[in-house]
Antibody, heavy 118, light 107 residues
Framework: QVRLVESGGGVVQPGRSLRLSCAAS????????VHWVRQAPGKGLEWVAA????????YYAESVKGRFTISRDNSKNTLYLQVNSLRPEDTAVYYC???????????WGQGTLVTVSS | EIIMTQSPATLSVSPGERATLSCRAS??????LAWYQQKPGQAPRLLIY???TRASGIPDRISGSGSGTEFTLTISSLQSEDFAVYYC??????????FGGGTKVEI
């Protein structure tokens, strides 16, 4: 079955960096676009970034452009999100999600919590 | 940026009743709209895509309708497992996605 498992979250001070990872299994990872979506505590869902199936194209929300970098390693079936210059407002659960053109996101991971606090 | 607005923010209903949730887009998204259900402590689950197509395993008491800028999610007879938060999402600007603010369906 499709499985997405995020890791790398934690408590970090403002201005610092983290790298989030998402390990995929149960499907042909290299054939799918994948996204990062975040959810601040008690709030709604916010799209963060997306990457094409082969990694050649990346897309970002305005709120993270220039600070976050999405990447993937299809040989390792893994998605990454490098998050730099963290701000308190970046505190959220970060979900990785598989996407299908014409369907949108069809599978989600369970998320990893990033807390930005001094 | 396409803005998605959901109403109401909270819907109080009783088991067995019908629930109607609304989602409005700030500009046309054609039928490129999905609905997700999220329960506390869980990831969202895809319910509907293409505005009206049920995802695999979704019961037929859950249905979606609409196109352009106005969309509706209907749950015909609420079961206990349906009490959750529901989000609409446009993907007309693929791969840039926008979510609505959510509707909480509570008893």
């Amino acid at each position: 079955q499709v499985r997405l498992v995020e890791s790398g979250g934690g408590v970090v001070q403002p201005g610092r960096s983290l790298r989030l990872s998402c390990a995929a299994s149960g499907f042909l990872f290299s054939s799918y676009a994948v996204h990062w979506v975040r959810q601040a505590p008690g709030k709604g869902l916010e799209w963060v970034a997306a990457i094409s199936y082969d990694g050649s194209n990346q897309y970002y929300a305005e709120s993270v452009k220039g600070r976050f970098t999405i990447s993937r390693d299809n040989s390792k079936n893994t998605l990454y999100l490098q998050v730099n210059s963290l701000r308190p407002e970046d505190t959220a659960v970060y979900y990785c999600a598989r996407a299908v053109f014409g369907v949108s996101i069809d599978y989600w991971g369970q998320g990893t919590l990033v807390t930005v606090s001094s | 940026e396409i803005i998605m607005t959901q109403s109401p923010a909270t819907l109080s209903v009783s088991p067995g009743e019908r629930a109607t949730l609304s989602c409005r887009a700030s500009q046309s998204v054609s039928s490129n709209l999905a609905w997700y259900q999220q329960k506390p402590g869980q990831a969202p689950r895809l319910l509907i895509y293409g505005a009206s197509t049920r995802a695999s395993g979704i019961p037929d008491r859950i249905s979606g309708s609409g196109s352009g800028t106005e969309f509706t999610l209907t749950i015909s007879s609420l079961q206990s497992e349906d009490f959750a938060v529901y989000y609409c999402q446009q993907y007309n600007n693929w791969p840039q996605l926008t979510f609505g603010g959510g509707t909480k369906v509570e008893i």
